[in-house]
């Protein structure tokens, strides 16, 4: 049972453009939501993360926005560059949790 | 820097052959875990770990046992490979699981059971 669902797996976007990459979840009970990058042949690395005290967090060029009433959060890239290209994971963890679960990912093209 | 290490990065067995995929961390971290990836599909929990000699089941155990006897090495064992095996393996490391930690991964081994 996939708690955690990325229902577009793949996304094209033209560089300059914004990205929106799209996650939902089925369990009440997360309270914390991550963003991962991965390149091919290499582990995912950490982007960004929000707590569900939350509603935005920013870094950069990047924004996670976060809907508790409708278990959804996505990820804003702005603008998007050729070196976003990248497949993402969405991950989530319950308070007092020991487990990160994670969805299937979404593969982004930025289009120069 | 190292991080989270991961050997081997390739691997190819044959049916019924076993082996052992190591992971080893640098950063003292309590909490560490193997995960598997599938073509289009997400990481799936093997085991995890919360502190030397624990451990425990994720989503998809059978098959693999583990180990845990110092902080930073979290071996990953394989028994009886089957085709079904085939897959990318992660490891990763956190200072602890859940709100407000954030999961470090290995480069990955590449597994294929022939």
């Known amino acids: 049972d996939q708690q955690v669902k990325q229902n577009s797996p793949s996304l094209s976007v033209q560089e300059g453009r914004i990205s929106i990459l799209n996650c939902d979840y089925t369990n009440s009970m997360f309270d914390y939501f991550l963003w991962y990058k991965k390149y091919p042949a290499e582990g995912p690395t950490f982007l960004i993360s929000i707590s569900s005290i939350k509603d935005k967090n920013e870094d950069g060029r990047f924004t996670v926005f976060l809907n508790k009433s409708a278990k959804h959060l996505s990820l804003h890239i702005v603008p998007s560059q050729p070196g976003d290209s990248a497949v993402y994971f969405c991950a989530a963890s319950e308070l007092g949790g020991n487990q990160f679960y994670f969805g299937t990912g979404t593969s982004l093209t930025v289009i120069p | 820097n190292a991080g989270v290490t991961q050997t081997p990065k390739f691997r190819i067995l044959k049916i019924g052959q076993s082996m052992t995929l190591q992971c080893t961390q640098d950063m003292n971290h309590n909490y560490m875990y193997w995960y598997r990836q599938d073509p289009g599909m997400g990481l799936k929990l093997i085991y995890y770990?919360?502190?030397?000699?624990?451990?425990d089941k994720g989503e998809v155990p059978n098959g693999y046992n583990v180990s845990r006897s110092t902080t930073e090495d979290f071996p990953l064992r394989l028994e009886l490979a089957a085709p079904s095996q085939t897959s990318v393996y992660f490891c990763?490391?956190?200072?602890?699981?859940?709100?407000?930690?954030?999961?470090?991964f290995g480069e990955g081994s590449w597994l294929t059971v022939v």
């Open positions: 770990s919360v502190g030397a000699g624990i451990t």
């Open positions: 990763a490391s956190s200072w602890t699981g859940g709100t407000g930690n954030t999961i470090y």
